[in-house]
């Protein structure tokens, strides 16, 4: 079984995060999500999400492409989740670019393009005009 892990916040959830799942999922056989805890994005990335944790992560339960969802509490978690879960590809998109790099001694690292037309920031400023 060919298992896949991704990351992210996964606020305001939108068909760019739904691409993003179906990509990932499609390189493997089980698909991890890390989901960003509140805390996580409020004390290191100084991100308030519109929907807590809970229901973000009821959300990601929901879609099909998604396996199991997992707490993202830190930046340095990734090494120990690649580990712990049995991780062979790590996905991410390609704004992230390089950063994640020092994971191929562990598993294949792919960045994939993002949906270009779609983000939450773009929702977010579209909604404050």
Known sequence: MKRVI????FDLLHYGHIE???????????????LSTDEFNW?????????????????????????????EENWGQKAT????????????????????????EKCEVVYLPRTPEISTTKIKQDLQK
Request: proline share 3%; aromatic share 16%.
């Open 81 to 104: 989740d690649v580990e712990k879960y049995h991780i062979d590809t790590f996905v991410i998109g390609d704004d992230w670019s390089g950063k994640f790099d020092f994971l191929k």
């Open 43 to 71: 004390n290191c990335k100084q991100k308030k999400c519109y929907f807590p944790y809970e229901e973000r992560k009821r959300m990601l339960e929901a879609i099909r492409y998604v396996d199991l969802v997992i707490p």
């Open 6 to 9: 991704t990351y992210g916040t």
């Open 20 to 34: 993003l799942l179906r990509r990932a999922r499609a390189m493997g056989d089980y698909l991890v999500v890390a």
